[in-house]
């Protein structure tokens, strides 16, 4: 049977006047990709353990609403390319419309909720797991699980692939990861495990330029399995795992 391919799909944008106002050198994009994942051979061949996102969301990376937040803004563009799943399947939004944040409303809710002095509004400070697990909350009433993981083979190869494989299972909603060595925010999509190892499913939010479509990005590796091996294993990682499953039946 014919599989429906969604991934060349975008949606468009409504940014209001939420783009950025000083000097961005890119206009911002109408529509952005969706399912830019879809398409990609899974990584190991024989007995395997994949377990995947579930549902659609958008591509959010550096520059996208015409704001360049390159060296400061991945960890935004991640929300909210989690914000941008929850509001397509996170079944408590349905029939209301909450749009992903924008980079300044994200600035301000964690004004308002204390987690930050008002100079953070309008700076080009980054932001962690930790804030995500608030933005989330705040924005679209979702509690996060946030995972800490030490550095080394072990604990990425055991606790985190694990954590991974039974947060797809029971949520199927993208997770967001940060570290403090690697600290470059990613999001992931799925994990892959077998007796070679284990690969993440990463979408990387520090592409910057025009919209690519969902081939492009995959071959120039802004969407792509990675070893988790080929991760630092000096750094340690936290993990932000939207808990989506417990209102998932509630009308």
Not at 36 to 42: I, K
Not at 98 to 105: F, G, I, T, V
Not at 204 to 229: F, M
Request: aromatic share 10%; hydrophobic share 30%.
């Amino acid at each position: 049977m014919e599989q429906k391919v969604v991934a060349s799909e975008s949606d468009e944008i409504d940014w209001g006047g939420s783009g950025a106002e000083e000097g961005g050198v890119m206009k911002k994009s109408k529509t952005l990709s969706m399912n830019v994942h879809s398409g990609l051979p899974d990584p190991l061949t024989g007995p395997v353990k994949c377990s995947l996102i579930k549902g659609d969301y958008l591509y959010f990376h550096y520059g996208c609403d015409g704001q360049d937040d390159r060296g400061w803004g991945c960890g935004y563009r991640t929300i909210q390319t989690v914000a941008s799943w929850l509001c397509r399947n996170w079944f408590p939004l349905q029939g209301k419309h909450r749009p992903p944040p924008s980079l300044p409303e994200i600035q301000q809710a964690l004004v308002t909720m204390g987690d930050k002095p008002a100079s953070f509004s309008c700076s080009r400070e980054w932001i962690g797991t930790f804030e995500a697990s608030l933005v989330l909350d705040y924005f679209y009433d979702v509690p996060c699980k946030l995972v800490h993981v030490r550095g080394g083979g072990a604990e990425l190869e055991h606790v985190a692939v694990e954590e991974l494989h039974q947060h797809f299972e029971k949520h199927g909603s993208p997770v967001m990861m940060g570290g403090d060595r690697d600290n470059s925010s990613k999001g992931i999509l799925g994990v892959c495990s077998g007796d070679r190892g284990s690969y993440l499913l990463v979408v990387d939010p520090h592409y910057y330029g025009c919209q690519l479509e969902q081939q492009e990005l995959q071959k120039r590796g802004w969407v792509a399995w990675k070893r988790v091996s080929s991760l630092d294993q000096s750094s340690f990682y936290n993990l932000c795992m939207p808990q989506t499953a417990k209102k998932r039946n509630m009308n």
